[in-house]
């Protein structure tokens, strides 16, 4: 698979999971995320912090860029002749989830507007 090819899938992954994917499992776990982009504003800035920074920032940003880099590097790995031994599939995929959860909890730190609700 080229390199283009594999940026694209992966831009359409994450780009499923944050239209629809996030506002099912925001929605399972008592916050109802609107489908349509401009209602999500005044939805979320109901939220509070916690609630903002787990389904925000870890479920919706944080997940999305796992699966979005996740994929593309996977792609990456089979498809590239390296002149070494290829790296383990499960540690890589462990190592990026801990980093782009982590990092998805910082940007909803970050992102966060500071008004209490």
Not at 24 to 37: K, Q, R, S, W
Request: a positive charge; aromatic letters at 20%.
């Amino acid at each position: 698979m080229s390199d283009l090819a594999s940026v694209l899938v992966s831009i359409v992954i994450v780009v499923v999971w944050i239209s629809f994917i996030a506002p099912l499992l925001c929605g399972l776990f008592g916050a109802p995320l609107p489908f349509n982009f401009r209602q999500r504003q005044a939805v979320i800035r109901k939220w509070s912090f916690r609630r903002y920074l787990w389904l925000w920032g870890v479920l919706t940003f944080g997940v999305a860029m796992f699966l979005g880099m996740g994929l593309n590097q996977y792609f990456e790995w089979q498809h590239w002749n390296y002149p070494w031994a290829r790296p383990s599939i499960t540690g890589r995929m462990l190592l990026l989830a801990t980093e782009w959860l982590a990092f998805g909890a910082i940007w909803g730190w970050l992102t966060w507007d500071g008004e209490k609700h």
